[in-house]
């Protein structure tokens, strides 16, 4: 009798499978058919799962209902943060500044750099070769027209976890010199890759905007967070409605706003003890993959501080999209970098960022593995990396 073999899912940081009781939940609303905007019985219905979807969320991170905003994506909630948050300060006081790293997701990147055309001045900063930005270079860069700052909690391609809570209190003190009637310093995380691995409660992180995606956290595709501290001024970006605070205009998307929620919910649960499983499978399969390939590089945090189910490597002399493909016919789904760059044949920015070797630029490999992952998934992922190390590897 002829057997499929069993793949094995290694991309969750792109994007991760529904968890069984996220996907019960989207089923159930799916028969949930009213506009939440309208007064009658179905709509009605519609608004009372909306709204505890909303309470779900804000449980799970600590905040009120009322600051929580849902999108259509993670990448949205960075742009409604930083349009929504900027565009209105340049309008009022011309020329501004923002702090944001290097290693940043293009959702956050690319906004910022837009609003160049309208008055805003960016600093990028660079990151130490594990992927964290110095908080010396942070605070020296902030300026009298410094007024949003944008740091990621967990970096997607080699996990790096940011000091975010030493940042807040930067900020906060800053805040405090500059005393009332100066400009406002808000701070904004990208905390998409976060809620699996880390305990997330904005009341210890003082963070002015948080951004969350379903789909890194066992949740559906096309829907988003985006949590607004009260008394942060912010403008709309997407506009025809009144919906979301009038934020964000268009029929909220009640089944994925309940999926998501479950997932949320789910996520909090336990965090510390999934995130210490996982993190030893992950040490597992990093040690087999360097008893079969003992060259193997590891990129991004040595030791601590680096997200649990995160594994990014380089073997010398293997393309990364050659592994990428060669793992995929072998049953393993792992990927290059963010799939939001997928086709860019330039090397990752974060990558090149964090100082690696010209000869190992193409060659990195990102292995994030799902809550669920065994020490025997590690092995087969090994032995399939081992295996087409030795069919493609070229001599450097």
Sequence with gaps: MWFRKKRIYADAAAATPLSSHARAELLRLLDVY??????????????????????????SIGAHADEIIFSASGTESNNIAISGVLRPLLQKNGPLHAITLAIEHQSVLEPLRALK??????????????????????????????????????NSEVGTIEPIEEIAKIIRRIRKDRGDGALPLYFHCDASQAPLWL???????????????????????????????????????????????????????????????IAMKEAANDVEARAQRISE??????????????EVVLNGPKENNRAANNLNIAIPGLDAEMAVIGLDAE??????????????????HVIKALGVPKELLKNAVRITLLPDATKRDADAIAAALEKIAKRYKTAI
């Design 34 to 59: 009213g506009n939440a905007g309208a007064i009658h019985a179905e709509a009605v219905a519609a608004k009372k799962e909306l709204d505890g979807a909303r309470d779900t969320i804000a449980a």
């Design 199 to 261: 305990s997330l409660r904005v009341e210890k992180l003082w963070v002015d905007l948080l951004t969350l995606d379903a789909q890194k956290v066992l949740g559906p595709k096309g829907i988003g967070v985006l949590y607004i501290k009260r008394n942060t001024a912010i403008s709309p970006v997407i506009r025809g409605g009144v919906q979301e605070r009038g934020l964000r205009g268009g029929t909220p998307n009640v089944p994925l706003a309940g999926s998501f929620a």
């Design 331 to 348: 049953g393993v789904a792992v990927s290059t970098r963010s799939a939001c760059n997928t086709g860019d044949e330039a090397p990752s």
């Design 117 to 154: 055309a309208e008055g805003l001045t960016t600093t990028e900063l660079g990151v130490d070769s594990e992927g964290f930005v110095s908080l010396k270079e942070l605070e020296e860069a902030i300026t009298d027209k410094t007024v949003f700052i944008s740091v990621q909690m967990v």
């Design 281 to 294: 499978v992950r040490d597992y399969l990093f040690d087999e993959i360097k008893k079969r390939i003992p």
